[in-house]
C-alpha cells in the first residue's frame, strides 16, 4: 500500500480491515480475480475485495503509489519499494513456483543456452537471502 494510505499508520492490519480494503491482484491470465490469498481466505471463511487485476508486477508499485489499493506480493518485490508501506497479511498464504521449460531441439542452442543461463543466475542472485 502508498506509505500515506490510512491503514498504513497500524503496525499491522487485522483481518477484517484486510478484507473490507480494496485490493489488486497479479493474475497471469489477466483477468482473474481469484489467487492464493483467496483460497487461503476461504480456508477461514472470509473473502476479500479484489477490484483490480493486472497481467505483471512491474505496473503494481505505481498502481499502489497512486491509488488506496493494496496488493499481497513477494516481499523481495516491494524491498526497494519507495513510497510504499510493506505489511504482513494477517494470514498465512502458499506461494508459487515458476518454472523455465524449452523444447528438446532447443538444447543445444548456444544463444538459448545463453539465455537460460542468465535467467538462471538472475533468479538465483535475486532469491538469495539478503546480506
Sequence with gaps: MRADHPA???RALTLDQFCALDQVLVSSSGGAFRGVTDDALASVGRA???T?????????PE???VSDLI???????????????VREPPLAIQGFSKTLAWH????????????RSLL??????YLSPPT
Design 104 to 115: 528438446e531441439r532447443t538444447h543445444h542452442d548456444p544463444a538459448l543456452r545463453w539465455l
Design 8 to 10: 498504513a499508520q497500524a
Design 48 to 50: 476479500r475485495r479484489v
Design 120 to 125: 538462471i543466475d538472475t533468479c538465483r542472485a
Design 71 to 85: 496488493a499481497v506480493v513477494p516481499r523481495r518485490l516491494v524491498l526497494n519499494g519507495d513510497g510504499l508501506a
Design 63 to 65: 498502481i499502489l503509489r
Design 52 to 60: 483490480v487485476s493486472v497481467t505483471s508486477f512491474l505496473v503494481l
